[in-house]
């Protein structure tokens, strides 16, 4: 995903990219296309780039382990700046320090890093999703068990084994 900024106007520019996610080198969890709409913007001293990212996730779910796809979307703002001789002064997080006769700009490595940021730590298959029984692992969205451990809190299950002791 590279951009040639050497010929841009001052101003406002956009852009849009599609291309496979194994592509950019993201694992085998992310499934077909990644688009990224970018908005540039150029002035004398620097460019700031938006990115908007969608990509398809692989993900299972935490409940009933079944693996399901969820489109995932995020944002990140990158500053360019044209000052290489203070460029140990910046937080590259957030900037980028670029020499002044630079030709082209490759947005693929920030792509890649805020995709994989947007991966969430907890991933559900749909909100009234069951999961499975602690006690015998059946499906509880296909059907109920027997199981009367089923709704009670593994807290509460020692303290009943203390009374029956
Ligand atoms: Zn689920
Ligand atoms: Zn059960």
Not at 57 to 75: A, G, V
Not at 117 to 134: F, I, M, Q, S, W
Request: hydrophobic letters at 30%.
């Amino acid at each position: 995903m590279k951009i040639k900024i050497s010929t841009l106007s001052e101003g406002r520019h956009f852009y849009n990219f599609e291309i496979p996610a194994s592509e950019v080198d993201l694992s085998t969890e992310f499934k077909e296309n990644l688009k990224v709409g970018v908005q540039l913007e150029k002035t004398k001293n620097h460019l700031v780039i938006t990115s908007n990212i969608e990509i398809k996730h692989n993900s299972q779910c935490d409940r009933c382990l079944k693996n399901f796809e969820q489109i995932l979307t995020t944002q990140y703002n990158m500053l360019y700046v044209y000052d290489i001789e203070h460029k140990d002064e910046y937080n590259e997080d957030v900037v980028t320090v670029i020499p002044k006769e630079v030709d082209i700009i490759d947005i693929t490595r920030d792509v890649k890093e805020y995709s994989l940021l947007a991966v969430p730590l907890k991933n559900v298959c749909r909100g009234e999703c069951e999961g499975l029984c602690t006690h015998c692992g059946k499906d509880l969205n296909i059907e109920k068990c027997e199981c009367e451990t089923n709704s009670i809190d593994p807290r509460w299950l020692e303290l009943k084994r203390i009374i029956k002791n």
